[in-house]
Nanobody, 113 residues
Framework: QVQLVDAGGGLVQPGGSLRLSCAAS????????MAWYRQAPGKQRELVAV???????NYADSVKGRFTISRDNAKNTVYLQMNSLRPEDTAVYSC???????WGQGTQVTVSS
């Protein structure tokens, strides 16, 4: 009985920034590591970043140094701060409690001039 709401996407120019959020319900947020995935049209879903229950982050090589994942357990929310955005970052971004089958609706990120 977990619900996830992804938000914060939009259209941004190359080099710009966006901050995504994923709000979870169900009183189980603190029990999971949380992950951000992305999927571009015609491509497979790929893992972008993961943050442990204790707040330790890991990143895909393609976003390392540009993206920052964080979580606020008191707000049941995980964030993805995206800086220095590139056109190849364009995708639908979705959060996922690690090891679960739960997904939010996703939020579209488009990086274009």
């Amino acid at each position: 009985q977990v619900q996830l709401v992804d938000a914060g996407g939009g259209l941004v120019q190359p080099g710009g920034s966006l901050r995504l959020s994923c709000a979870a319900s169900g009183n189980i947020f603190s029990l999971y590591a949380m992950a951000w995935y992305r999927q571009a049209p015609g491509k497979q879903r790929e893992l972008v970043a993961v943050i442990s229950k204790g707040g330790s982050p890991n990143y895909a090589d393609s976003v390392k140094g540009r993206f920052t994942i964080s979580r606020d357990n008191a707000k049941n929310t995980v964030y993805l701060q995206m800086n220095s955005l590139r056109p190849e970052d364009t995708a639908v971004y979705s959060c996922n409690p690690w090891g679960s089958t739960y997904w939010g609706q996703g939020t579209q990120v488009t990086v274009s001039s």
